[in-house]
């Protein structure tokens, strides 16, 4: 609505009866029918009422419009200088941890999954490859036992950088194990628990279902290949995945990613060739040439 530029109170209602208006109601008595002068003078009277109603009320209610605009501008300047202040309290709640809601009904299970390191679960949520030992017995024991004896010192943080954003995270996540065992060198019970922990941590972790499922037919595929029935089976086998495994999450980073799951038998004599070669390679007199 356009502002009223003047206040009403100051108008004066025109004497429509007057001189200056003769013509106009001699006109509309001269074309209206049964219209007397003092009928057009009443008319007259009634609209510039009627408009002046109008404009009062529009008048008053910017003046209110006005008062609450300049007491909200004088509180805006008067906040000014707090304004700087609450920014940063907004940031801090920002960053201030959340406590999620629990249920009340809902008691601890029966079992507690053993914890892989800091370092492995940090891998894992990044989509990274991470040895499988970390998620073995032997792994999630040595991740607690190095939580232990953590040193306050050894809680200390370092940058970190995701997504063009630096951070801090706590030093510890950072460090691979010195006992981390290969992929290659763990025995099949090893890799059969920990390849369990895993699955269910990369879905905890938000993995997308399709990864995970295609990683756990992979492990589902190897357990049921025939090769393990051969001598060194589990070891060719076990040998097969560190290597396809480790491809396979090169290939994601790349986007050239592919279906685990699909055992390749052309790898899987390579994985028994290179088995065999090292078990010649442990004879005893493996070393000693016959030149005849």
Same mark, same amino acid.
């Given at each position: 609505?356009?502002?009223?530029?003047?206040?009403p109170?100051?108008?004066?209602?025109?004497?429509?009866?007057?001189?200056?208006?003769?013509?106009?109601r001699?006109?509309?008595?001269?074309?209206?029918?049964?219209?007397?002068?003092?009928?057009?003078?009443?008319?007259?009277?009634?609209?510039?009422?009627?408009?002046?109603?109008?404009?009062?009320?529009?008048?008053?209610?910017?003046?209110?419009?006005?008062?609450?605009?300049?007491?909200?501008?004088?509180?805006r300047?008067?906040?000014?200088?707090?304004?700087?202040?609450?920014?940063?309290?907004?940031?801090?709640?920002?960053?201030?941890?959340?406590?999620?809601?629990?249920?009340?009904?809902?008691?601890?299970?029966?079992?507690?999954?053993p914890?892989?390191?800091?370092?492995?679960?940090?891998?894992?949520?990044?989509?990274?490859?991470?040895?499988?030992?970390?998620?073995?017995?032997?792994?999630?024991? $040595?991740?607690?036992?190095s939580? &232990?004896?953590?040193?306050? @010192?050894?809680?200390?943080? %370092?940058?970190? #950088? *995701?997504?063009d954003?630096?951070?801090?995270?706590?030093?510890?996540s950072?460090?691979?194990?010195?006992?981390?065992?290969?992929d290659?060198?763990?025995?099949?019970?090893?890799?059969?628990?920990?390849?369990?922990?895993?699955?269910?941590?990369?879905?905890?972790?938000?993995?997308?279902?399709?990864?995970?499922?295609?990683?756990?037919?992979?492990?589902?595929?190897?357990?049921?290949?025939?090769?393990?029935s051969?001598?060194?089976?589990?070891?060719?086998?076990?040998t097969?995945?560190?290597?396809?495994?480790?491809?396979?999450?090169?290939?994601?980073?790349? $986007?050239q990613?592919?279906?685990? &799951?699909?055992?390749?038998? @052309?790898?899987?004599r390579? %994985?028994?060739? #290179? *088995?065999?070669?090292?078990?010649?390679?442990?004879?005893?007199?493996?070393?000693?040439?016959?030149?005849?």
């Amino acid at each position: 609505m356009a502002r009223v530029a003047r206040n009403p109170e100051l108008d004066l209602c025109p004497d429509f009866a007057g001189p200056i208006f003769q013509a106009a109601r001699a006109a509309i008595v001269a074309t209206v029918a049964n219209k007397t002068n003092a009928d057009v003078v009443r008319y007259f009277t009634t609209a510039w009422q009627t408009d002046w109603d109008a404009k009062k009320i529009a008048w008053d209610q910017q003046e209110v419009a006005d008062k609450a605009a300049a007491s909200d501008e004088a509180t805006r300047k008067q906040a000014e200088p707090d304004a700087e202040a609450a920014a940063q309290k907004r940031e801090a709640d920002k960053k201030k941890p959340k406590l999620n809601d629990f249920d009340s009904s809902r008691g601890i299970g029966d079992a507690i999954a053993p914890r892989p390191s800091a370092f492995a679960l940090r891998k894992l949520e990044r989509y990274e490859y991470v040895e499988l030992w970390y998620f073995t017995r032997e792994g999630c024991v $040595d991740a607690a036992a190095s939580a &232990a004896n953590r040193t306050i @010192n050894e809680d200390a943080f %370092a940058l970190t #950088k *995701v997504d063009d954003v630096v951070g801090l995270r706590l030093a510890a996540s950072f460090s691979a194990s010195k006992n981390v065992v290969k992929d290659i060198d763990l025995t099949w019970d090893q890799r059969s628990f920990a390849k369990n922990s895993m699955l269910i941590h990369m879905t905890k972790l938000g993995w997308p279902t399709k990864h995970v499922e295609s990683l756990a037919d992979f492990w589902y595929s190897l357990e049921t290949h025939p090769t393990r029935s051969l001598l060194h089976g589990d070891r060719i086998v076990i040998t097969y995945q560190s290597e396809v495994r480790f491809e396979w999450h090169d290939c994601l980073r790349r $986007d050239q990613g592919f279906n685990i &799951a699909s055992i390749n038998d @052309n790898l899987m004599r390579r %994985a028994s060739d #290179k *088995v065999w070669d090292a078990v010649r390679d442990s004879r005893p007199g493996r070393d000693t040439v016959s030149n005849s």
